[in-house]
Structures are given as structure tokens and as C-alpha cells.
């Protein structure tokens, strides 16, 4: 949502070098970090002789602790690369980093969500976003907390994609339309900028902590559809959460989430949770039309939670039934998304929460004050709690979500 601007081609050159040598050394200094406690247990998640792969692979479980809840902290909209040749750019990531450091100190979660929008890639004027990604993810990586995350519209420059693909019986193509020639393999067609692919498979290869995944290819062009499991603390193979992340769209194709994520959805959380009986979170980055239909009128009165309600909600251009399979899942106990950044308002809805999370970096529009959308799991109660922890240390609308 932010304006894209132009930069003299020297200038662009000569900050690309710049960044290029100052991210080396960070990551060569991030690398090192210490591992989390958590990221020793690595674990294959059987639910009696079904497995679930991610990259390949039986899926990874976080164990949570035996001590305390299972905590999550929700940065959204981080808008990292803005503006990258002006004074003004760079100093807003800087502070974005501070934002996530200070909330990260304060509240010590087990897990972070990058809820999408985590470069502004249509604004950043070098080819390879992947270095940005990178510093947005930096202080969760050098404290040893593992992470997710999801796309946004602003994670990968814009291409056109036929929106029919997303409905059904539409399928999204693995093959680019015969109009783009520049088709480069199972990644997808190439265009001016870092493609979500690329975005991803960074992440994923160059962090330990990431628990991030590519996603079915089959789902393609989107990426980041994945299922992670919350373990008990002293049995690997006993759930007490699910989370599902979904792309949402936006930046090189429609803002939708798809008939074919739907149906991914269905079939894995039937799969996996039959009896619905363990709690399910859900997170992707636009707001579905679903939202909108909630929203607060003026302010944010009972039964909404939230502090900022200063714009009305920018939904998904179609609805191809995630929600009403959302509906009829008694287990699944909220949805989560960033994307409007002058709301942060939870509303019930149906059976279920809808939530946004908390503009939390200094990129991107609206001068509200930056803050963290809190996550709190007790497995003893199986209640599951939401706050939103402030850039000045300031807490307010806690909400009971289950």
C-alpha cells in the first residue's frame, strides 16, 4: 500500500553494493546465535500411520513447554526495503528491528508468525529481496526463537495472473500462460523482482529456526500453505494445537485464497484432527470479505476487542470457500491477518474469532503507534488468550478466544 518510487540507476548501484557487503556480515554474525531450547526437539508428527510432509519430510513439531503457556507473537506489516536510496529507509527498518526487539525482550514467546508483508519488494530497487527478508527476520533469528511466515501483497513484485485460475473447478497452473514466454521451471514464470518462490526457499535453506514451508506445488503460484504442530511438552506425538498458514495472495497474482487451498484445508484438517477435538489457529495476510461484514462501525464496541479502527477493511477481491469450511469446523478457534494497518480489532463470527494483528513495522502507510499482536495457549485449560503488546511497553485489548 505504499507509493512506489524511482531511483537514478548509479544511485541504486551503488547502495545495492553498500547492502550487499553489510548483509554478508550479518548473516555471517546471525548464523552464529545459540538454538533455542525448543529447536532440539525435533520430531516426526504421526497421527496413527499418517505423516505430515512439509518440504518432503514428516512434518516438525514445537513442543511447548511444561512450565508456562505456549506463546506467539504476531509481526505483521514490517514493510522491510522501502525507499532504500533515500535517508528516510533504511532509518524505518532500523526502528522496525527495535519495534520486534523490545516485544521480543518483553514478552519471551516460544514462536513468532511473520504475518506477511515483511519486505514492500514492488519498492525495493535491487533484484534480490531475499537480503531484506533476511534483515526483517534478523531478530528473531539472533535470540534463537524459531519462526513461520506467510506472503503478503507487497512480498513480491506485481504480475497478472487470470483470476479465474482460483476458483472452482479452477486450478492454478504449474505452467505459465503461452503470453509469458519467461517461464524458468517449477518456481514459476520470471518477472522484475524477487519471485515468492525465491523469497521462501532463502528462508528455509539459510535459517535452522524456520519453520516455514514451500507448500504443495500443486497449490502453485501459491506458496506458503502449511500445517505446524503444537506438541505436549514431555510426548512429541501428542497435539494440542495446530497452525495453519495460507497465502493469501496479492503482488504477483489476485488476492484470493483459493477453491484449491479451501480443499487442502479440508482435507488436511479432516485428516489430521477427525474430531476436530485439538484447537486449530489459522493465519494468512488479506482479510477475507468475512471482515468486512464484522467491522466495527465507529470505534470498537462490544463484542469487538481492539484499540484503532481508522479504515475500513481492504478484504479479498473473491470469497472461494475457505470460510464457510472455516464455519464448520468447531476446532478452529480464530483467523489472523495484518495487511490494514489502522486496525487491530478481534470480532466474533460465527462459531469462530476474526482478528487482525498490529501494524508492527515503520514501513508501509499510517503514523499509529507500532505495536505486537500477542498469542497465549494454555494447554492446561485450552484457553487461548490474545493481547497487543505496544512498542512503549504498554498492554490493552486482551480478548478470550476460546
Not at 200 to 211: F, R
Amino acid at each position: 500500500m505504499s507509493a512506489l518510487r524511482t531511483a537514478a540507476p548509479a544511485t541504486i548501484m551503488v547502495i545495492h553494493s553498500v547492502f550487499s557487503v553489510s548483509m554478508l556480515c550479518f548473516h555471517l554474525l546471525s548464523t552464529a546465535s545459540s538454538i533455542h531450547p525448543q529447536c532440539e526437539h525435533r520430531c516426526h508428527c504421526l497421527q496413527g500411520h499418517r505423516s505430515l510432509a512439509l518440504r518432503g519430510s514428516p512434518e516438525k513439531c514445537l513442543r511447548a513447554r511444561s512450565s508456562r503457556p505456549y506463546k506467539i507473537a504476531l509481526f505483521a506489516d514490517l514493510h522491510f526495503g522501502e525507499n532504500a536510496w533515500t535517508d528516510w529507509g533504511p532509518r524505518q527498518d532500523v526502528n522496525s528491528i527495535g519495534v520486534m526487539s523490545t516485544i521480543l525482550d518483553k514478552e519471551s514467546p516460544d514462536f513468532v508468525v511473520y504475518l506477511g508483508d515483511v519486505i514492500t519488494a514492488n519498492n525495493i530497487p535491487v533484484a534480490n529481496a531475499s537480503s531484506y527478508w533476511l534483515q526483517a527476520i534478523s531478530p528473531t533469528r539472533t535470540r534463537g526463537i524459531p519462526w513461520a511466515s506467510v506472503f503478503g501483497n507487497h512480498d513480491d513484485a506485481p504480475f497478472v495472473w487470470p483470476l479465474e485460475w482460483f476458483s472452482a473447478p479452477g486450478i492454478p497452473q504449474v505452467h505459465c500462460p503461452d503470453a509469458n514466454l519467461s517461464f524458468s521451471g517449477e518456481e514459476g514464470c520470471s518477472f522484475s523482482g524477487t519471485q515468492r518462490a525465491q523469497l521462501m526457499k532463502v528462508e528455509i535453506e539459510q535459517n535452522a529456526l524456520s519453520y516455514s514451508s514451500s507448500g504443495p506445488k500443486d497449490l502453485w503460484p501459491s506458496i506458503s500453505n502449511y500445517v505446524l504442530q503444537v506438541s505436549m511438552p514431555d510426548d512429541p506425538t501428542t497435539p494440542i494445537m495446530y497452525m495453519y498458514f495460507l497465502d493469501s495472495g496479492g503482488g504477483s497474482y489476485p488476492e484470493v485464497v483459493s477453491n484449491s487451498q479451501a480443499e487442502w484445508f479440508r482435507h488436511q484438517s479432516e485428516g489430521i484432527n477427525p474430531d476436530s477435538r485439538i484447537p486449530e489457529l489459522i493465519f494468512w495476510h488479506v482479510p477475507s470479505k468475512a471482515y468486512a461484514g464484522v467491522a466495527p462501525w465507529f470505534g470498537v464496541r462490544k463484542p469487538c476487542v481492539g484499540s484503532i479502527n481508522k479504515e475500513k477493511v481492504a478484504s479479498q477481491e473473491a470469497e472461494f470457500g475457505i470460510m464457510e469450511i472455516l464455519e464448520r469446523r468447531p476446532s478452529v478457534k480464530a483467523v489472523f491477518v495484518g495487511h490494514n494497518h489502522g486496525l487491530d480489532w478481534c470480532c466474533p463470527y460465527k462459531k469462530l474469532w476474526l482478528c487482525f494483528a498490529r501494524h508492527t513495522g515503520y514501513g508501509g502507510y499510517g503514523n499509529w503507534a507500532r505495536g505486537v499482536r500477542i498469542i497465549e495457549f494454555n494447554q492446561q485449560t485450552s484457553s487461548i488468550r490474545s493481547w497487543i503488546r505496544m512498542e512503549n511497553n504498554d498492554v490493552h485489548s486482551e480478548v478470550v478466544l476460546s
